[in-house]
């Protein structure tokens, strides 16, 4: 069959073994499908990944979470903030419920356990070029339920803890790993204005460090990771 559409495509993933048989996939899909695929790109770690994504701007891009000095979850992240247009899924070999829910919740189209991919790569990247999400039923199950145990946490929060619309917005950019300095930045504030938020949010939320703000911040469901 003629392709009818082709996709250009990023592969980000450290193992050289997986990456072939990925190649080897769209190969099989571009002869024997309705869609045709080139790989415009290869990356083994966050900063080649990036990289390779705003030179390339593919409209595809198939991700491990596993990645060498940094993650996917990383990555997601990073492409929001350089305005990424196109799709990414999540090739990993994480089940655990937080993986699932951190990887959606930062951007990730659909998540794909590895030892599925022969069987739902094709049928995942038809639902997410429209614009869709794509889950299997036991990725979706991990998903939601993390969502509502979130969901539960949150609404028992805004009556236990009252954060002001700057102090969310400071801990948000907390949680995601940023300085002072960026958080300034993000938010056009100064430096004294972003520690005076962190003295007021440990307060509230009875914490002494970041790492307890972000751990209780998350647990309450307050901000998403």
Same mark, same amino acid.
């Given at each position: 069959?003629?392709?009818?559409?082709?996709?250009?495509?990023?592969?980000?993933?450290? #193992?050289?073994?997986?990456?072939?048989? !990925?190649?080897?996939? !769209?190969?099989?899909?571009?002869?024997?499908? #309705?869609?045709?695929?080139?790989?415009?790109?290869?990356?083994?770690?966050?900063?080649?990944?990036?990289?390779?994504?705003?030179?390339?701007?593919?409209?595809?891009? !198939?991700?491990?979470?596993?990645?060498?000095?940094?993650?996917?979850?990383?990555?997601?992240?990073?492409?929001? #903030?350089?305005?990424?247009?196109?799709?990414?899924?999540? +090739?990993?070999?994480?089940?655990?419920?937080?993986?699932?829910?951190?990887?959606?919740?930062?951007?990730? /189209?659909?998540?794909?356990?590895?030892? /599925?991919?022969?069987?739902?790569?094709?049928? %995942?990247?038809?639902?997410? $070029?429209?614009?869709? $999400?794509?889950?299997?039923?036991?990725?979706?199950?991990?998903?939601?339920?993390?969502?509502?145990?979130?969901?539960?946490?949150? +609404?028992? %929060?805004?009556?236990?803890?009252?954060?002001?619309?700057?102090?969310?917005?400071?801990?948000?950019?907390?949680?995601?790993?940023?300085?002072?300095?960026? $958080?300034?930045?993000?938010?056009?504030?100064?430096?004294?204005?972003?520690?005076?938020?962190?003295?007021? $949010?440990? #307060?509230?939320?009875?914490?002494?460090?970041?790492?307890?703000?972000?751990?209780?911040?998350?647990?309450?469901?307050?901000? /998403?990771?």
């Amino acid at each position: 069959m003629i392709s009818t559409q082709s996709i250009s495509v990023l592969l980000v993933d450290d #193992e050289p073994c997986f990456r072939k048989g !990925l190649q080897t996939l !769209l190969g099989f899909y571009s002869t024997n499908g #309705e869609l045709g695929f080139e790989v415009v790109g290869e990356a083994t770690s966050v900063e080649q990944a990036l990289k390779v994504a705003v030179e390339q701007r593919p409209a595809l891009i !198939l991700l491990d979470l596993e990645l060498p000095q940094g993650d996917g979850i990383g990555v997601l992240l990073r492409l929001a #903030e350089l305005s990424y247009r196109g799709k990414v899924i999540v +090739l990993s070999g994480h089940r655990e419920d937080e993986w699932v829910f951190r990887a959606m919740q930062a951007g990730a /189209c659909g998540y794909i356990f590895k030892d /599925c991919v022969a069987t739902q790569l094709y049928e %995942a990247i038809k639902i997410v $070029i429209n614009n869709e $999400i794509y889950l299997a039923p036991d990725v979706a199950t991990r998903f939601f339920r993390l969502f509502h145990f979130y969901a539960g946490h949150s +609404l028992q %929060a805004q009556h236990a803890i009252y954060l002001t619309e700057r102090e969310r917005e400071v801990l948000h950019w907390l949680v995601q790993g940023a300085s002072n300095e960026h $958080i300034a930045s993000h938010l056009y504030i100064t430096i004294a204005t972003v520690k005076a938020h962190l003295t007021a $949010i440990f #307060e509230k939320l009875k914490v002494t460090s970041r790492t307890q703000a972000i751990v209780k911040a998350l647990k309450l469901g307050l901000v /998403c990771a």
